[in-house]
């Protein structure tokens, strides 16, 4: 069977970018990546309008003025317009022709045989990322969290129906809530501790008041691009032109608000205050080598049919290393990075990315241009492979300690600092990463 996402030239791990920082080992931005982010550049004067970007090594190719040298031509030079704009959704509209002709002018411009000429006036659009500040890379006008690790859906289920952990729905159909689009914030963003109602185990009434047992969640997102017609479902074979890439995403949750307030009809206070992304999208085509056949454990039902498709089972899963970082108050003071508490990969989700596009659209609602999925929570096979405080902590229950400023944590305090990251490697493929996905919780408001 022919490859559904072919590699080319673009994927090649030897090539190499004329920008040195490019080739530094460990750089997420290597020139096999190219990632679309927005940027505001910091100059004397304050902040600049908004712009879009690509990422290599330490710098951001500013695609405003790369449009203006002319260098791309045809449809590159159209989805160069698009992508410079201050939110990505026209280039996410466009569509993966686009994509794919921008990519491939991108990594001819950078890449390390292009003309000496071409590489001098290029330079003159790189800004280093320590100078600009990242926006939201969409205007999110819609964002829905499925979950869809078994692992972590028995964990939790663990904590609130001990006998039943898994629901009768979980194997047969993604799962998922609708999300709220407006409290969704760049990496780096701070919020304040949600206040709301809570019940404790055992009480005759709830009380209210600032969350007690406040979360993060380990996650992936990815974006629509073009979108589907109401009444007009995508079929899973059809995925991969409506899917443009990936970025981290933590869906912080207020535990003790949501498990009391979601019985019927699922999160609202406890996951509305604030859902961070990272800043740089990584598109599905430089995510290809890194794709990995779909596989359903012996015994479990199979997807329906809807849910199936050959090219999903050959490629639909993907090889996503994850990991995440608590950095608290006192780890600062002591000028520490903090600790990581939690790492797995992606590979061990049980429903893939285009199954649970499809399932969202299979009813009949209309995705647009930038919409936001998230994975919901990433956790693996094993206790230390858990995406959450509740789950590492059993509940509440047991500590989970931070090695490096003598801490531990059951749930997060105020000036814990979450850091999440992933990045994909494997020999004969070039290693490319996520960059960062960070928050901070800030004190709850008086009242
Ligand atoms: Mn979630």
């Not at 559904?4 to 040195?20: G, I, K, N, Q």
């Amino acid at each position: 069977m022919s490859r559904a996402h072919p590699l080319d030239f673009t994927h090649a791990p030897e090539a190499r970018s004329w920008v040195a920082s490019a080739q530094a080992p460990g750089s997420d931005f290597p020139l096999q990546n190219l990632p679309h982010g927005v940027f505001a550049r910091r100059t004397g004067a304050g902040l600049e309008p908004a712009r879009g970007g690509v990422a290599i090594g330490d710098e951001v190719l500013d695609l405003a003025q790369l449009a203006a040298l002319g260098l791309l031509d045809g449809l590159a030079q159209e989805a160069c317009m698009a992508a410079s704009q201050s939110t990505l959704n026209g280039l996410m509209a466009m569509g993966q022709p686009a994509w794919r002709a921008l990519r491939h002018g991108l990594h001819r411009l950078l890449c390390d045989d292009a003309d000496p000429l071409v590489q001098r006036s290029l330079s003159a659009c790189l800004l280093p990322q320590r100078e600009v500040q990242m926006r939201l890379p969409v205007e999110v006008r819609n964002y829905t969290d499925f979950y869809t690790s078994v692992h972590h859906a028995q964990n939790v289920g663990r904590v609130i129906r001990p006998d039943d952990p898994l629901t009768p729905n979980f194997k047969w159909l993604p799962l998922a809530y609708h999300g709220r689009a407006s409290s969704v914030v760049v990496s780096g963003t701070p919020f304040k501790r949600p206040r709301g109602q809570a019940m404790a185990p055992g009480a005759q009434a709830p009380v209210y008041g600032a969350c007690k047992r406040l979360d993060f969640e380990l996650e992936m997102g990815f974006f629509v691009g073009p979108g589907n017609a109401m009444g007009e479902p995508v079929a899973l074979g059809q995925v991969r032109s409506h899917v443009f890439g990936m970025c981290l995403l933590n869906d912080w949750s207020a535990r003790d608000h949501q498990f009391w307030e979601m019985a019927p009809l699922g999160p609202f206070l406890g996951k509305n205050f604030c859902t961070s992304i990272s800043p740089w999208v990584v598109t599905m085509e430089a995510l290809v080598p890194y794709r990995l056949p779909f596989e359903r454990p012996a015994g479990d039902p199979q997807p329906l049919s809807y849910l199936d498709d050959p090219a999903d089972r050959a490629e639909g899963s993907l090889d996503i290393e994850l990991e995440v970082l608590l950095q608290s108050a006192r780890h600062r003071e002591r000028q520490l990075a903090g600790d990581v508490i939690t790492a797995t990969n992606f590979r061990h989700q049980y429903w893939t990315i285009g199954q649970m596009l499809t399932q969202h659209t299979v009813g009949g609602c209309n995705l647009q241009s930038g919409d936001l999925l998230g994975t919901g929570t990433i956790s693996g096979p094993t206790a230390g492979e858990a995406g959450a405080l509740v789950e590492l902590s059993r509940g509440g229950s047991q500590d989970v300690p931070l090695p490096s400023s003598g801490e531990v944590r059951r749930f997060l305090e105020d000036g814990d600092r979450v850091v999440l990251r992933a990045w994909c490697a494997k020999p004969g493929a070039a290693r490319i990463g996520f960059g960062v996905c960070s928050g901070e919780v800030l004190s709850a408001p008086q009242g």
